[in-house]
């Protein structure tokens, strides 16, 4: 089994910036992609940003101008810049990753890491 090791969370000051980042315990396939989601209890798990092998990305409306997700293919690990955090991406975090095993396209998902703005 593999586990994404997710890392950068914490508790930031609104207005301030982080960096979360998520790395697979273990090499198991070709990357097809990666992402950040997130889940505000009582809500559904939404994407933050993702990044493909290729390098094509895709955000969230909410975070648009203030993240920025890159691939590093080499350490197999995915990076979320965030910055100017609001009160409102107070939540978990989850890295999802994407791979292609013996032709079938697997998924998994992070424990999530909590992030926290304080006003």
């Known amino acids: 089994q593999v586990q994404l090791v997710e890392s950068g969370g914490g508790l930031v000051q609104a207005g301030g910036s982080l960096t979360l980042s998520c790395v697979p315990s273990r090499t198991i396939g070709r990357i097809a992609s990666m992402g950040w989601y997130r889940q505000a209890p009582g809500n559904e798990r939404e994407v933050v940003a993702s990044i493909n092998l290729e390098g094509s990305t895709n955000y969230a409306t909410s975070v648009k101008g203030r993240a920025t997700i890159s691939l590093d293919i080499a350490k197999s690990t995915v990076y979320l810049e965030m910055n100017n955090l609001k009160a409102e991406d107070t939540t978990v975090y989850y890295c999802?990753?994407?791979?292609?095993?013996?032709?079938?396209?697997?998924?998994?998902w992070g424990r999530g890491t909590q992030v926290t703005v304080s006003p």
């Open positions: 999802k990753l994407d791979v292609w095993v013996e032709n079938r396209l697997n998924f998994y």
